[in-house]
T-cell receptor, first 113, second 113 residues
Framework: ETGVTQSPTHLIKTRGQQVTLRCSSQ?????VSWYQQALGQGPQFIFQ???????GRGNFPPRFSGLQFPNYSSELNVNALELDDSALYLC????????????FGPGTRLTVL | TQLLEQSPQFLSIQEGENLTVYCNSS?????LQWYRQEPGEGPVLLVT?????EVKKLKRLTFQFGDARKDSSLHITAAQPGDTGLYLC?????????????FGQGTILTVHP
């Protein structure tokens, strides 16, 4: 148990739809990162938020966006879904001032049909 | 773009055998982490190595960071069925990219009783 929770566990959408995935960080963690893990691959960094501001972005288009809230929960929004967006979406939280260790949630499995 | 090449991609061995997983890059990382991921769960951190040439041991697992901080290895002695899982290496470039991990594609390890 890492103390990081994600919802929903599984989600099925169709092409062109929009989706919002949610992450609840460990208490006191001020940084959250989102990763996309395609089947059979390692996770790929999407973006990171620190104190509600985006603090770095990977090679993902603008239709991937995020929010971090004052209580350190966060959202990943994906617009205009494509088939290739089907993946496991992971969030990871940490207290950037105290540790390098990122604690991953169990992920949300998104299927786009 | 930083890349981490992980090998082998698949490893199927008998209980009691030894194995080594490799993680190589042409880029320098400020630290390198090894994770283990079970089906339906997020990656769980095993170890972080930060100093070139560093060797860390965690029971039957030995982790090494290359002198130039571009490569790493994970060696498991006397593998057990409980070691079965997906092993991932992840590099942190540090600086402005601090915390934004670059993952290898993973090694699926199966240990047969």
């Amino acid at each position: 148990e890492t103390g990081v929770t994600q919802s929903p566990t599984h989600l099925i959408k169709t092409r062109g739809q929009q989706v919002t995935l949610r992450c609840s960080s460990q208490s006191g963690h001020n940084t959250v990162s989102w990763y996309q893990q395609a089947l059979g691959q390692g996770p790929q960094f999407i973006f990171q938020y620190y104190r509600e501001e985006e603090n770095g972005r990977g090679n993902f288009p603008p239709r991937f966006s995020g929010l971090q809230f004052p209580n350190y929960s966060s959202e990943l929004n994906v617009n205009a879904l494509e088939l290739d967006d089907s993946a496991l979406y992971l969030c990871a939280s940490r207290d950037i001032t105290h540790t390098d260790t990122q604690y991953f949630g169990p992920g949300t499995r998104l299927t786009v049909l | 773009t930083q890349l981490l090449e992980q090998s082998p991609q698949f490893l199927s061995i008998q209980e009691g055998e030894n194995l080594t997983v490799y993680c190589n890059s042409s880029s320098v990382f400020s630290s390198l982490q090894w994770y283990r991921q079970e089906p339906g769960e997020g990656p769980v951190l095993l170890v972080t190595v930060v100093t070139g040439g560093e060797v860390k041991k965690l029971k039957r697992l030995t982790f090494q960071f290359g002198d130039a901080r571009k490569d790493s290895s994970l060696h498991i002695t006397a593998a057990q069925p409980g070691d079965t899982g997906l092993y991932l290496c992840a590099g942190d470039a540090g600086g402005t990219s601090y915390g934004k991990l670059t993952f290898g594609q993973g090694t699926i390890l199966t240990v047969h009783p």
